[in-house]
């Protein structure tokens, strides 16, 4: 059996027991049904074209929000549009619907005029064209993106009607190809005192910032031109950006037109007014690169109603550090937890979509989950991560996502 | 180092010699720029939306045809519609380009309406909503559906001017998100001398087709409901749709309404008079189900053009028997091999992108890729194909694809 379908097993007898009763009845629409009589006929189709589009009846849009908690139907003023985690299924981000952040809109580039500056303590500063790095070695890898902002509309107050999209939707995952750094590093002949790397975007913002060049973003970052197999989507960095494994997402830097080498940061507006971290002790914290271990339950989640019963809980699990080691979901408000089936198999870095049956008895609880990765990092909750962090910063919320249930089945966001 | 990384060591350092001396300068479009001014200058933006959209610049399409080998522009004669993997890059296929093979089109059908019915000698039959399946225990995987007449364009002769869209667009590979056949099969407490299925679309041609309930189907095949993140598009069997990895693409039922449990093939027009083999010696040939060790290089490929020097193959290379073990590379017309970088990890019955260098001397050759599998099966050259299917067949083509390149660097489709 291959390793993708060990993990359902032990759910299966657990949900024919589940349903053996009169419950039963509930698992399909029809019991006894013996004919086609009992599904709709045949109809005709529509002609065969040049792109699969959605259904009409398949309704998917992120949601374009301006300030933090505040949705916003004015495109113009929209700083980021998220993802609706609440309708998706599987791993993979549909590539339309990755989530988006831009600091002043979205550049409309000619892939044919954009060019890539290598330079600074190089030994031979190279300026690259995108038909360049094509003709190069690649590297293709499903990875997550989360912004550093991901959940922090619960970080003082949770609004009770927050929708998973709402709360979660500024993290997707898709495929990503494109150039190892550590290729280009070489054709540059980088200079061995130079341990920073500046990335600069070419959005009329110029967001940059100052990267390290540890082992292992030597090892594993890379200019990404290829997005789930097609050329990058305009809003995710057309016609390159950078791809940094399980790092703060505003270090992917898109439409990226220049990496300069250094011995040191360059301490960008970027790196010391926007991207740090005021701490509850008054100081500030900054170059928090990392995205912690995070999981949060998508169904069912904020603003859904469900019925007593057997409950499929599904959601997806991620960690900066590496692989999700396990998930553990808690029907009794974080007072006893079981494990959940993760999706095999699991890579490094990505989404990975979490399983567990529940039996529903209809009396009010919390739900909530919590993930633990490879390295041991565990997902705090609530409590913890105020108390370490206190209530100043913005960014980096990882906390536990406790979603309650009311006796008439409504799901609502609460803070544990 | 994650083992996705693994893979482009060795050609790091064969690239950075190869590209040392004089042909170096052609691996950038500058050499020794210094400053922004060698780099356009940065833009403003557009206005977030509810989806990513692609660039005006990248240009997409599939080709919709009507008989094999004759490109049409009418879509109501269209027959399929083909994945343009010379121009895509990875393992996934993006969704609106996924292949599209359809026997009377696409029909539009209402969520909420669709049902599918499970019965024959079962002990429980029973009829099933959407929402039904969404709520049981999921598989998530990545694998590729062929079409069983992927490459026939070849079969007799080879027209000089197709493109891989034209010869090898038959075949994609998506996430798909469903409900495993063996859960539904113990819901329905299916009869234990019940060893073949019945599986129907619900399109106008009413497609069915009798499945063995091997070990390895009932492991593997499940009911797809979810397509990269996203509900099935239309096309690809919105609502639901079978998925038997590895099998011949008409096996992955769409738009699927029922299954139906029985001892014996139900002996339907689709496998007796449509997706049967006539082979040389006058025999036909029926129920040949498993998709063949297949690959083609897509970089360089027909009607491209390349220059000399350094160049990058590469390549899409997949077996229905599970994990491809390697792919060779000929420069020479087959006289003598490399082996070519695979994409880490290995997924089972997935396509896999695989990878070469090539120092072009400039005179004419033919280049061509041969895949092995896990279980030992090797791609076979066309003579040899041919030799043992002969000319009066039209399915499961999976010889060699050869593609010659003349003085000029035109890229053209031979037979070998």
Redesign the interface.
Known sequence: ??E??R??VL??RW??TATAGAAGAA??????????A???D?????????????????K?????ESTPGKRNID??D????KTPHQ????????????Y?R?H??????????????I?GMVG??????VD?L????????IVFIECTGNGWENWKKADPDLTVQNTHGLVSTN???GV?L??LV??VAKDKGANWMLAE????A?VDRSIPLTDEIM??AFVA??Q????L????G??MRLLMPGFEGNLNIKWL??LKFGAAPWMTRWETARYTQLLADGKARQFQFRMETNSVITQPSGMMQIQPG???I?GLAWSGHGKIAKVEISTDGAKTWKQA?L?L?L??KAQV?F?M?WDWDGKPTKIVSRSTDEKGNVQPDRASFIAAMGTNALFHYNAQQTWSIDEAGRVRNVLA
Chains 1, 2 share one sequence.
């Open positions: 059996m291959p993708e379908f993990d359902e759910s299966r949900f024919l698992i399909a629409s029809t019991a006894s049904a013996e004919t086609l009992d599904v709709p045949r109809g005709p189709g529509a002609d065969l074209s040049a792109h699969s589009e959605r259904s009409r009846f398949a998917l849009d992120r949601i374009p495109p113009s929209a700083i980021n549009s309708k998706l299924v599987g791993n993979i981000t549909p590539t339309d619907l990755h988006e831009s002043s809109g979205v550049p409309d580039i000619d892939p044919s005029q954009h060019r890539l500056l330079h031979r500063p190279l300026v690259f064209s360049d094509k003709r190069m070695p690649s590297v293709t890898r495929e990503w190809t190892p550590k290729f070489d054709l975007g070419g959005d009329g110029g090892e594993e031109y290829g789930n197999g097609e050329p989507r305009p809003a995710h057309f016609p037109r220049r057997y409950n499929r599904s089936q999706t198999p890579l490094s979509r399983q049956d």
